[in-house]
């Protein structure tokens, strides 16, 4: 019962997959070619360089340090009032 439900998933898959037209199919291709090309790093080694990126911006993340109210463009410049 299970291996045929299985089956069954696999078999749509593949008829999916080959319903896709060319361009599509030259795409998700030419995005795996360039991935394959990426140089792959250790975990310890991403991590590192992503400690070191946050430790560097940490100072000017307005997430963490909220701008002055002053020099915040997206603050609302009047009240709102309903009539």
């Not at 896709?20 to 990426?38: F, G, V």
């Not at 911006?57 to 963490?64: A, F, G, M, Q, V």
């Amino acid at each position: 019962m299970i291996a045929d439900w299985r089956q069954q998933e696999v078999t749509e898959y593949f008829l999916t997959s080959f319903s896709m037209d060319r361009e599509t199919l030259k795409q998700q291709i030419s995005n795996m070619h360039y991935q394959a090309k990426m140089e792959r790093w250790p975990l310890s080694k991403s991590i590192e360089a992503m400690k070191e990126y946050i430790e560097e911006h940490e100072k000017t993340d307005p997430l963490i340090h909220a701008p002055d109210k002053k020099n915040n463009p997206w603050m609302e410049k009047g009240k709102c009032s309903l009539m």
